[in-house]
């Protein structure tokens, strides 16, 4: 089948952009020996975690243990479930999934340090866990080296609980103006858990992980020596957002929403039949809701929920039926809509992938 | 079971405020004579379908074929899909749903219009259909009197299609600083229309069906004589959007997000396991991303993915594992992220619905 043969809205992506982004961040994190394991909130599909393996990556990071019980039931057996486990069911689960698959967790407090003990002590486990540093951005995480000394030396003595590592996240890199911001921002980050590491130590806490980075930071915190691994999510498909922040250009972006003209209203207006229940609401560093790929005289003006609303200069070459793809704001909040995308390749559809970890929201 | 006992995130309903805000909206539209056909974005479910079709509306509205076919299957009969319907896939599914169920759609353009025609004709139908006017919103319709004259006179010939009104929304309401301009939005949308209506009869083309309304506009829209539809969709659960332009208060809001602390970085800032993706970004016309039940001192600061950024006042009552309810900006792009909600009652789960239309984007 053809793409332009696919009815609308749908996702797409690109088979070819997809393989080259996996592997230009293996590349690049590859030659500075660190390790890598990508967020996969991105895609939620075992396919691509499958692809990021198969190039290299040590395992995954998932949000959510529902996202890690989707690809662990799907084979991958080494994920990061970077996310405080909190309350009885969850704790279980987690138990049943560590008995049968490497995997890690974070935490931040000895409240979940504490609970998570018990749950393995009764399910006779050990759970690896890395404590979450603040690295600035204000979300979870401890927020001085006094504060992870005490929590560090006071979970040595926690049956069912190793600590190996320490995270961090350095979000703030989103807002950055440039690109020297971003390479500052993950080089602190990263120097931050080193530094910590070696305090740590002095206290008689040893640690071997340290694990940071984003897609806009991971290739500056990556060099910092010290760092054993980096978790980028977006670059897979790479958005709006990533190309603003320096991630390649939009044509790696491997992600695109087709659309379809369903009203021309005005000689300036076109309604396209996507709005924020399929590209989100989130916002861009730069004004509109995605860019029309081969439009540059389109912008995607505003959207409500089923409707996108397009200003498209004389508006010429966009009559209702034409067909659109729009590169999104942000691709993890379209994933997290879809139940399936599109794999094409030079204009032809190969595959169906389902969004297997979709809605898998605890 | 009891809703503390729920994991988190979870989408609460509550049954008694879901039939009051049935029970309200219909009495409301009832005491003017006009005909209620929610739109069934909201809430994706056959289930609450079925209460207000039960409390006396004449069917529902949907912004997808893919929702028409998820509530005709659940025995819905009666459905206007309000969205221009482009390309064969979808033409001919209109058909294969028009043919066993009382299906109506919108257009604004001969294009829409004229392939339509021949869907029907294919397939041996008639397909009534309501002209869709710009009622000042600046999304999809017609833009003046004499667009739609011309419009209505030429589809008077077509085959297959049947004009039966005109439909307009006065979106621009979600930005209105008061209740008085609500008001004047709303009758403004349905004046409009009624007159616009006189002016076709007198051009030759006669029609009965003047639709129109949100949740905002629908009561002031319905007392204006000469409408006979009015659609409002949010009424049925309600949300922080919704209390403030003045649809009742926190107390009648029957969607809530239930979550849980999982860290607590700070004396001032709590974070929750639910973030954009389950209460998206949409904004509401005052700052933050909901409201806390019970806890007018917290308030929902930030958003990422999968976290919540609370501030939480002087910090006593929420420590990790406590469970918080939060009120969303915007109860239909919740709907649009969760596959399942919890049907609460006095604190007890009484039920669980599927969100059956859910991810039907096509």
Chains 1, 2 share one sequence.
């Not at 991630?247 to 087709?258: E, H, M, Y």
Request: with cysteine; glycine share 10%.
């Amino acid at each position: 089948m053809r793409v332009e043969d696919l009815d609308t809205p749908a996702v797409l992506i690109d088979y070819d952009r997809l393989r080259a982004n996996v592997e230009r961040m293996a590349a690049s994190v590859e030659e500075t020996g660190v390790a890598l394991r990508p967020h996969a909130k991105t895609h939620k599909m075992p396919e691509v975690a499958r692809m990021q393996i198969a190039r290299g990556s040590r395992g995954i990071t998932v949000a959510k243990l529902g996202e890690a019980e989707v690809m662990a039931a799907a084979g991958i057996r080494d994920i990061f479930v970077a996310y405080p486990i909190v309350g009885e069911p969850k704790l279980e689960r987690l138990c049943r999934l560590a008995s049968e698959n490497r995997i890690r967790v974070a935490a931040d407090s000895w409240d979940v340090l504490e609970a998570m003990s018990d749950a393995a002590i009764r399910g006779g486990l050990c759970i690896d866990v890395l404590l979450e540093v603040d690295s600035g951005f204000g979300r979870c995480g401890l927020q001085s080296p006094e504060q992870a000394i005490e929590l560090g030396r006071r979970a040595l003595d926690l049956p069912g609980v190793r600590l190996v590592g320490l995270m961090g996240f350095g979000g703030q890199s989103y807002e950055a103006a440039s690109r020297e911001e971003i390479g500052r921002i993950g080089r602190e980050e990263a120097s931050q858990l080193v530094e910590l590491r070696e305090r740590l130590c002095e206290a008689g806490v040893e640690l071997e992980e340290i694990s940071v980075g984003s897609t806009p930071t991971s290739r500056y915190a990556a060099r910092v020596p010290g760092v054993t691994e980096v978790r980028p999510g977006t670059y897979v498909f790479s958005d709006r957002t990533q190309v603003h922040l320096g991630w390649g250009s939009l044509n790696d972006c491997a992600l695109t929403v087709l659309t379809t003209v369903v009203s021309r209203p005005t000689r300036e207006r076109a309604i396209v039949d996507v709005g924020t229940k399929g590209l989100s609401s989130d916002a861009a560093p730069v004004p509109g809701y995605g860019v029309v790929v081969g439009h540059p005289e389109v912008s995607v003006e505003a959207l409500t929920e089923e409707h996108g609303i397009l200003r498209v200069g004389d508006g010429r070459g966009v009559p209702v039926g034409t067909k659109l793809r729009i590169v999104p704001n942000h691709a993890c909040g379209v994933i997290n809509m879809f139940d399936d995308v599109w794999v094409v390749s030079d204009g032809r559809v190969e595959d169906r992938w389902r969004v297997a970890a979709r809605g898998r929201m605890r």
